[in-house]
């Protein structure tokens, strides 16, 4: 019997082993849905916004390495999709988006809800195109599918809303060679590399998340080469814990441990890394850079050796040509200067910070409302958190609170927008995550304005019983945003927030809302959050005036900083 165009596609996804589709139902998908209906292993996951079904199976792709696929019906509902595709593309994950269309005797005629879609994703899609006959299938699908894994990114293919129950002349199933090339740069390269770092006094090690599969290998080349390891935010998953090389951080959410680990070196090597701030990397320094992409070696800073690649193959060809460093003065300074910082850190963290003298005194500049410290609220989740717990983080200080507190021992995971930096991913990543990983606990740490951004989709955890545990960091402010006005001696403007009181909210929607409001109330709140079975959302009151301090401040950033408190407290007086 002929199967449709629909079946086709479903049936392809479960050959895949897509467990879940996330999206918002709609005429044109009809037949799809119909066709995941019947099908044994793939759920239809629907969400309130198509934003958040991009987002949850962006998520379900970078914790899986597989395909995650989402869904969206005629015009809006595919452009609503757009802000979680360029997230999954920024995050180089690969994610296939069914887009509904128009019937194909309509198209091109500007018919209701009609939207061009191979124009509107052609900036985030590796592959767009749109079926007009049934027996482009299943070659077409292969084909975006093919390009969605081998270029880790987007895949976009639209199905117009008649061609759905279509059936096929020429019925073979969809085919996908499951094939991962591993290459490494050649023997010149990795003699010009070694010789470079042989040469040098004082390396340190710039690592991100392209070289989560080479953790032996790069633990070896900072033992063999001294050499303190700077990691990005997307490596503090691979490389945090059970490391004696690395120093944490660099950039806005960094410390000054890595800030100065860098500027002491007289080599750099970066490892699986984009890290895009310039500002941050060190000047008049030999780099060497590894790197899967071609096209990403050089990009942010001059390099005296490119070496394309992936990381664990490149390192084992490279490891031989290394000679060991007795000198461990540069890394045992670093990680001196690293724990220095980390015992600070660990005193802000204290509830009872603001009881001691010095919190005292802090507290009567900045806190006066004695509201909860944000680093107090993070580190009690790191403490009441699983070891194999799946973190996810709002961008703004809701990441700058959990890189700083926040440990990836065990098998914790960790995903956000951070890449693309987008507002209001924590909680749809949340969802896509516990999906995944059913028995294990999903902690999202929310901004309050990135969660009342999709607000709507604290129904679709409560639809489908995910015990997510919501963490807001509830400092009635776009945080982020207040600290860039500031620091550039601007007063603070637009960014306060009249929130609802979110535990209340998640109460009348059916989860369980619990509220913090003083720091005498966090330890048991966080506690109860965690013991409490299902979906929670933890809405706790942090102080909007808390101020994260950067690796390297400046004295500009202090100016800018110090003027625009001025004008904040002229302004209050006026009003």
Request: glycine letters at 10%; aromatic letters at 6%; proline letters at 5%.
């Amino acid at each position: 019997m002929a199967r449709t165009v629909a079946r086709v596609i479903v049936d392809a996804l479960q050959e895949l082993g897509v467990r879940h589709v996330f999206g918002v139902v709609g005429d044109a998908l009809n037949p799809l849905t119909e066709a995941i209906r019947t099908t044994e292993g793939v759920d239809w996951i629907g969400c309130r916004h198509e934003e958040a079904a991009a987002f949850a199976a962006g998520a379900q792709s970078q914790l899986s390495g597989t395909l995650g696929v989402c869904m969206g019906t005629v015009g809006p509902g595919s452009v609503h999709l757009l802000n979680g595709l360029y997230d999954a593309a920024k995050s180089r994950t690969p994610l296939l988006a069914i887009a509904g269309q128009v019937p194909s005797a309509e198209l091109g005629s500007d018919y209701f809800q009609e939207v061009d879609n191979d124009l509107l994703f052609r900036d985030v899609a590796v592959f767009r195109a749109t079926v007009t006959s049934p027996d482009q299938l299943p070659r077409m699908l292969e084909t975006a599918v093919r390009c969605a894994i081998s270029e880790r990114g987007v895949a976009v293919l639209t199905v117009p809303g008649d061609l759905g129950d279509r059936e096929l002349t020429d019925d073979r199933p969809a085919r996908f060679p499951r094939v991962r090339p591993v290459t490494r740069a050649d023997d010149a390269g990795i003699r010009e590399a070694a010789d470079l770092v042989n040469a040098a006094d004082r390396v340190t090690l710039l690592v991100g998340r392209g070289a989560r599969d080479a953790r032996g290998e790069v633990l070896e080349l900072a033992e063999r080469l001294s050499a303190p390891m700077v990691l990005t935010l997307k490596a503090k998953e691979g490389f945090e814990a059970d490391n004696p090389y690395q120093v944490g951080q660099t950039g806005l959410i960094g410390n000054p441990a890595a800030a100065a680990a860098l500027d002491a070196c007289d080599t750099l090597i970066m490892l699986g890394t984009d890290f895009p701030y310039r500002d941050w990397y060190p000047t008049g320094r030999k780099v060497v850079q590894i790197d899967l992409l071609e096209r990403n070696l050089g990009r942010r800073v001059p390099v005296d050796v490119g070496l394309a690649g992936d990381t664990a193959a490149t390192l084992r060809a490279l490891l031989p040509h290394l000679r060991p460093t007795a000198d461990r003065a540069h890394l045992e300074a670093a990680r001196e200067r690293f724990e220095q910082w980390t015992a600070g850190q660990r005193r802000l963290a204290d509830p009872e910070h603001d009881h001691h003298l010095l919190g005292r005194l802090r507290s009567a500049l900045d806190n006066r409302a004695h509201d909860v410290r944000p680093e107090a609220l993070a580190a009690a989740v790191n403490d009441c958190a699983s070891d194999d717990a799946v973190f996810t983080s709002d961008t703004g200080m809701a990441t700058v609170w959990l890189s700083r507190f926040v440990t990836m021992h065990g098998r914790r995971r960790l995903l956000g927008s951070y890449n693309l930096g987008s507002m209001a991913n924590a909680m749809p990543q949340a969802l896509g995550a516990q999906l995944w990983a059913p028995d294990r606990q999903v902690v999202a740490f929310c901004g309050d304005g990135g969660l009342s951004m999709l607000l709507g989709d604290l129904m679709t955890i409560r639809t489908h019983r995910l015990p997510v545990k919501l963490v807001v960091f509830d400092n009635r402010r776009l945080g982020m945003v207040k600290l860039e006005q500031e620091q550039a001696g601007l007063p603070e403007f637009g960014t306060e927030l009249d929130n609802p009181d979110f535990a209340a909210v998640a109460t009348a929607l059916g989860l369980t809302g619990i509220r913090v409001t003083r720091p005498s109330e966090l330890l048991d709140g966080v506690r109860r959050a965690f013991e409490t079975p299902g979906p929670v959302v933890l809405d706790v009151l942090t102080n909007p005036r808390e101020l994260a301090v950067p690796g390297k401040p400046t004295v500009e950033q202090g100016w800018g900083f110090a003027i625009a408190k001025v004008k904040e407290t002229l302004r209050s007086h006026d009003g």
